[in-house]
């Protein structure tokens, strides 16, 4: 069993920037690949951004690469998702996910636990 706490969302200007923290339970943290989802008001949860357990891989979905940096700390047991360059729509929930499957874009059904979510609000 793994349990996700994430914290680090707010509100903030666009252009502004903000560090994204996931805080995991468990000693089986550094098993499994971390990513993030976001889902906004009335779309779809999408993914965001993975990494991979020893954090040697990582990969972005194409509207925040060059913007987002995933990585993780396994000895703290955390993932990170900085955001720079924040967009309005970068406005969403942001979820943090583990998962036992790498894959360079990672789908729901690959997510083993799930956190509660933190909001990220970019105003124009």
């Known amino acids: 069993q793994v349990q996700l706490v994430e914290s680090g969302g707010g509100l903030v200007q666009a252009g502004g920037s903000l560090r994204l923290s996931c805080a995991a339970s468990?000693?089986?943290?550094?098993?499994?690949?971390m990513s993030w989802f976001r889902q906004a008001p009335g779309k779809e949860r999408e993914f965001v951004a993975v990494i991979s357990w020893s954090g040697g891989r990582t990969d972005y979905t194409n509207s925040v690469k060059g913007r987002f940096t995933i990585s993780r700390d396994n000895a703290k047991n955390t993932v990170y998702l900085q955001m720079n360059s924040l967009k309005p729509e970068d406005t969403a929930i942001y979820y943090c996910?583990?998962?036992?499957?790498?894959?360079?874009?990672?789908?729901?059904?690959?997510?083993?636990?799930w956190g509660q979510g933190t909001q990220v609000t970019v105003s124009s």
């Open positions: 996910a583990a998962g036992r499957i790498y894959t360079n874009f990672v789908t729901r059904d690959k997510i083993d636990y």
């Open positions: 468990g000693r089986t943290f550094g098993t499994y690949a």
